[in-house]
């Protein structure tokens, strides 16, 4: 049974998310303030961590700061509906999703398995398939890892999703609403700059191309292309 670590200082709403996720089959915990949040979800004990950015003293924000300094786990967001820079900060330091509260639990639930789906072993859904190897970088998905210039490359499940969809399609366009569907696993929702921040982290992780060009390049109104060396 999947564990699920909520982070949420709204006692009343995390018993309620709770409540609905044993329904769903999943085993969950609430604790409700930050320095609880970091140490519970380094603990070991959780598949993924729903966080909430507004809390009191340690908020959701320096909570992922600090779970990403020392974890890969996953991490889902409850941001505020509207509030674009929690947003965006939280997937720059490497959130793997947000939901936007008031949200709906069927919703939530529906990100989770999103996230969770993409993190399990490939290898036990049958993907035996060898390493993708593009430039300088190499990327092996039934044990998702990658190496870029022959050194580990780290990244977030989100950001290692986008980056192999991106990488499999070396040299050609891939528009956002497919990044979203193929690495997300989710449709691309209307002014949602999800994929826009992922993919300017892994920019920041690759560094330029000799010629001062990213790696990843944009192409207006298309989407993304990982360029080939």
């Not at 915990?29 to 909430?52: K, M, N």
């Not at 997937?91 to 789906?117: F, M, Q, W």
């Not at 210039?149 to 528009?175: D, M, N």
């Not at 690759?206 to 080939?228: C, E, H, M, N």
Request: aromatic share 4%.
């Amino acid at each position: 049974m999947t564990r699920v670590l909520l982070v949420d200082d709204d006692v009343e709403l995390a018993a309620m998310l709770r409540e609905y996720l044993e329904q769903e089959g999943f085993e969950a915990e609430a604790v409700h303030d930050g320095e609880s949040g970091v140490r519970e979800a380094l603990s070991g004990r959780f598949a993924i961590v729903v966080l909430d950015v507004m809390m009191p003293r340690l908020n959701g924000v320096e909570v992922l700061r600090r779970i990403r300094a020392a974890s890969r786990l996953p991490v889902l967001m409850l941001t505020a509906r509207g509030d674009d820079i929690d947003r965006i900060i939280g997937l720059e330091l490497g959130a793997d999703d947000y939901v936007p509260k008031p949200c709906s639990p069927r919703e939530l639930v529906a990100r989770l398995r999103a996230i969770l789906r993409r993190v399990a072993d490939n290898s036990a859904a049958g993907i035996t398939d060898g390493p993708i190897v593009v430039g300088p970088l190499s990327m092996w998905p039934e044990r998702r890892n990658a190496q870029w210039h022959q050194q580990p490359l780290e990244l977030t499940s989100t950001e290692y999703s986008i980056l192999e969809v991106l990488a499999r399609h070396a040299g050609r366009v891939v528009s956002k609403s497919d990044l979203s569907e193929l690495a997300m696993g989710r449709p691309l929702a209307r002014f949602d700059r999800s994929i826009d921040v992922h993919v300017s982290s892994i920019r920041q992780k690759l560094g330029a191309r000799p010629d001062g060009d990213s790696w990843i390049q944009t192409v207006r109104g298309q989407g993304y292309q990982f360029v080939k060396a």
